[in-house]
């Protein structure tokens, strides 16, 4: 997959950019070229997972800025939405307002956990943006609840600290870097279309990064913890590049 999935507007900046990823990518290929022998299978992977490591350290070097993603007109959304997940939508995980806690861990001041309704409470945003799957497809919709960045404030996250992690109720688990969880764009996501968050959708709410690819949106979420340590995530662990976006 492409590391630049926003194009930035040309600029001397922008064309320094470029020319310096295809320096790092290029410095990547060197070494695999150079630094094993290509018929040794794990000396390869592990060239590939330090070239996937270094060209994270480099997308976070040159992307993690306050960059938006496109929005769209109310028009362009798609209310039948597609649904994606490691397993068919009838294996849901159907969380219930009544039972969940939404926990706090790590580098969090005040880890009293969140009910729903103390998550409906907080100041709501909306965004009609694009949802851009790995897998060869993409989808417009309307996402709407409280900035992540808001409510990492609120309870006291150590946001000087590089990554926010995130476990799900499915197994399914993931990390964002700090800048992008404290992009005005991303949001708890506890509404779709207008309407509470479907179970299929990942009720209670969605962490919904319009600058990421859509694996990096984790669904479900039960646990969100703060951490200098890097956390890695379902499909990150499974090969795909961790950064995933702009
Ligand atoms: N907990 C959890 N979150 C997840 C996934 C998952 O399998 N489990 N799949 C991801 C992928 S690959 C995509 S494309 C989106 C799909 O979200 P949607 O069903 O709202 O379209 O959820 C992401 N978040
Ligand atoms: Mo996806």
């Not at 909306?126 to 989808?139: F, N």
Request: hydrophobic share 40%; net charge positive.
């Amino acid at each position: 997959m492409s590391p630049v999935l926003l194009e930035p507007t040309p600029s001397a900046a922008g064309i320094e950019r470029r020319l310096f990823l295809r320096q790092t990518l290029g410095l990547g290929a060197l070494t695999l070229l150079t630094g094993c022998d290509i018929s040794d299978h794990n000396s390869v992977q592990k060239v590939l997972k330090l070239m996937s490591q270094w060209n994270d350290r480099a997308q976070m070097f040159l992307f993690s800025d306050r960059r938006l993603a496109p929005t769209f007109a109310e028009t362009d959304v798609v209310k039948d939405f597609r649904y994606n997940a490691f397993f068919p939508a009838e294996d849901a995980p159907r969380l219930t307002a009544a039972d969940y806690r939404l926990e706090l861990s790590g580098l969090i001041g005040d880890k009293r956990p969140w009910s729903v309704d103390q998550l409906y409470a907080l100041p709501q945003e909306s965004q009609i943006t694009r949802h851009v799957c790995v897998e060869g497809w993409s989808m417009i919709g309307k996402w709407s609840g409280p900035r992540l960045g808001a409510f990492l404030q609120r309870v006291g996250a150590d946001l000087t600290a590089k990554y926010v992690g995130f476990q799900c109720a499915d197994g399914y688990y993931g990390s964002i870097d700090m800048p992008t969880a404290l992009h005005p764009q991303t949001i708890m996501a506890v509404k779709f279309a207008d309407e509470i968050l479907p179970v299929k959708y990942g009720y209670p709410f969605k962490v919904r990064i319009p600058t990421k690819l859509g694996f990096k949106n984790p669904k479900w979420v039960t646990t969100i913890y703060v951490t200098n340590r890097y956390p890695g995530g379902f499909w990150a662990d499974r090969g795909y590049n961790w950064f995933s976006g702009s």
